[in-house]
């Protein structure tokens, strides 16, 4: 099986910065598709970023404000969030889309860290 946890959320004035990273281990052949998805209290889980072989998307709210990267030796993902606002405050949850040894591919989730943004 494989695992993603996160880590790096916390509280943060608006204008400030915080890294989240998220670490997938197990039995991983291939990582697809790594990114970022956010729910905030009330509301649907949406996309924040992703990352792929042929590059990133970003949802309009973040563009410019966030970059997600990645290091493939250590299967990681990391999101650098700037200029943060009250309105990114949501838990963040880190997905995967992995191909197995089994030459599966599935989804997995990890369990989301909360990011609270002070006004």
């Known amino acids: 099986q494989v695992q993603l946890v996160e880590s790096g959320g916390g509280l943060v004035q608006a204008g400030g910065s915080l890294r989240l990273s998220c670490a997938a281990s197990?039995?991983?052949?291939?990582?697809?598709?790594m990114g970022w998805y956010r729910q905030a209290p009330g509301k649907q889980r949406e996309l924040v970023a992703t990352s792929t072989r042929g590059g990133t998307n970003y949802a309009d709210s973040v563009k410019g404000r966030f970059t997600i990267s990645g290091d493939n030796a250590k299967n990681t993902v990391y999101l650098q969030m700037n200029s943060l606002k009250p309105e990114d405050t949501a838990v963040y949850y880190c997905n995967a889309d992995i191909t197995d040894f089994d030459y599966r591919a599935i989804h997995y989730w990890g369990k989301g860290t909360l990011v609270t943004v002070s006004s």
């Open positions: 197990g039995r991983i052949f291939r990582i697809n598709v």
